[in-house]
């Protein structure tokens, strides 16, 4: 029998996966925050996913941290400030050699979750997939993409990766994960926050091309005092060709403090400032940047870690 794949948080990933595994046959169990959410869940008849403008729901099983049952597979779809809290509260249920599949924007948090379970393979994912939640337990697919898993301490790709082709989920193993993260990340740090504090789309960074493009001369920087040189090449050019291709958009940290929601701050631009202090590297621009939008978060109301 085929390995099940538990789902650990079922909010617009998390949902996304689970349906599409789901649909394909594959064996899937949510878990859902506590007593309260799982009853919700119930009454709710199970997930559903909106799709081309057509809604299917999927009945998928599912049960609370507290549940007995071991775990093998875990994707970790939480946001990058609750996965170490929530996987640790799965700790005592993971098999031997089980594997986390951990779908967290940023750096930080995979660290964070590994050392909490030591006993497990962890596995990163960068996604260029999107999706949002338009009611509970309903996830809209709003942008298709693709998701590049890897394994920095171990290259082999596992047999499960079958699961995704089989849910039509597109993705590619990478032996270079830690490359794509902190891209992804330096790609965030240069247009993300700034779209906050000018309040504008992506395309209103335009008007601010000096300040995008020092932001970029101290991102390759850190990038290559971090051993990540390919991650820094033409940083500036990429920022500046995603700024043009997604003009209309408004960045997903804008619709965060938009929505009065927590930002993933800490492990994005918090990120890339505390490895920049461990190693002693000056980037004024950066650091300054970083106290802007903390002081912005905290005249909102909103966390600032
Ligand atoms: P989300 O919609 O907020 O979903 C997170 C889910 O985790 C929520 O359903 C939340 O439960 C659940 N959760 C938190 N702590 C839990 C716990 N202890 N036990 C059980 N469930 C718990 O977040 P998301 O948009 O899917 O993002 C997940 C990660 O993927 C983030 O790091 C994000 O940056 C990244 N990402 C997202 C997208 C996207 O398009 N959405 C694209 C690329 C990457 P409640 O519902 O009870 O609050």
Request: net charge negative; proline share 4%; hydrophobic share 40%.
């Amino acid at each position: 029998m085929s390995t099940t794949w538990h789902i650990l948080g079922a909010g617009s990933l998390g949902t996304l996966w689970a349906t599409r595994l789901a649909r394909a046959g594959v064996a899937v169990r949510l878990i859902v925050r506590d007593e309260n959410r799982l009853n919700a869940y119930h009454a709710a008849g199970g997930l559903t996913l909106v799709e081309h403008g057509s809604a299917s729901t999927y009945a998928v099983p599912a049960e609370t941290p507290d549940s007995d049952a071991p775990i093998s597979r875990l994707l970790v779809a939480c946001k990058a400030y609750d996965a170490e809290h929530a996987v640790a509260q799965l700790a005592p249920r993971l098999t031997p050699g089980a594997e986390l599949i951990l779908l967290q924007n940023g750096l930080g948090s995979q660290d964070a979750v590994a050392a909490r379970v030591p006993q497990a393979r962890c596995i990163s994912a960068s996604s260029t997939e999107g999706a949002f939640r338009d009611g509970d337990w309903r996830v809209v697919f709003a942008g298709h993409g693709y998701t590049w898993l890897g394994d920095a301490g171990h290259p082999v790709a596992p047999i499960w990766l079958d699961d995704l082709n089989a849910a039509g989920i597109p993705h590619e193993w990478s032996t270079e994960i830690l490359t794509r993260l902190w891209r992804k990340l330096a790609l965030n740090c240069a247009i993300n926050p700034l779209t906050v504090l000018h309040g504008c789309r992506n395309g209103g960074l335009q008007d601010h091309h000096c300040e995008v493009a020092t932001l970029c001369v101290e991102l390759t920087e850190l990038l290559d005092r971090c051993g990540q040189p390919a991650a820094a090449e033409d940083l500036q050019q990429e920022v500046e060709r995603v700024i043009q291709a997604t003009a209309a958009n408004y960045s997903s940290m804008y619709q965060d403090v938009a929505h009065q929601r927590r930002t993933e701050i800490s492990y994005l631009l918090g990120h890339a400032c505390k490895v920049a202090a461990r190693h002693q590297l000056n980037l004024p621009h950066l650091n300054q940047l970083q106290q802007r939008l903390v002081t912005h978060l905290h005249s909102l109301g909103l966390p600032s870690d």
